[in-house]
């Protein structure tokens, strides 16, 4: 059985750092783009970033454009999302997502598998 757990949530005030990790396990994600989605109440599941299985290839949401930063580690299954300079606005539950295929997509219907979810709560 599939399995993403994501860990690192936590509530930090406004301009500080949170690393999210998503392990993966049941299989091997050979050739699956990895991508981090958030939601916030009332609003609707949003792309944040992603990344080829090879690593070659990332993509982010303006909105985290030179603040957040995804990267992969292949041995131990494992996509991680840096958050600096966090914003009140990046408030919401964070979910890591995977997918078959060669190119990262920003679509979350896309995604075949997904993680419970982990909350982030920065406060001003």
């Known amino acids: 059985q599939v399995q993403l757990v994501e860990s690192g949530g936590g509530s930090v005030q406004a301009g500080g750092s949170l690393r999210l990790s998503c392990a993966a396990s049941g299989r091997t994600f050979s050739n699956y783009g990895r991508g981090w989605f958030r939601q916030a109440p009332g609003k609707e599941r949003e792309f944040v970033a992603g990344i080829k299985w090879s690593g070659s290839s990332t993509a982010y949401a303006d909105s985290v454009k030179g603040r957040f930063t995804i990267s992969g580690d292949n041995a131990k299954n494992t996509v991680y999302l840096k958050m600096n300079s966090l914003k009140p606005e990046d408030t919401a539950v964070y979910y890591c997502?995977?997918?078959?295929?060669?190119?990262?997509?920003?679509?979350?219907?896309?995604?075949?598998?997904w993680g419970q979810g982990t909350q982030v709560t920065v406060s001003s």
């Open positions: 997502a995977a997918r078959r295929g060669a190119t990262v997509s920003s679509t979350p219907g896309a995604y075949e598998y």
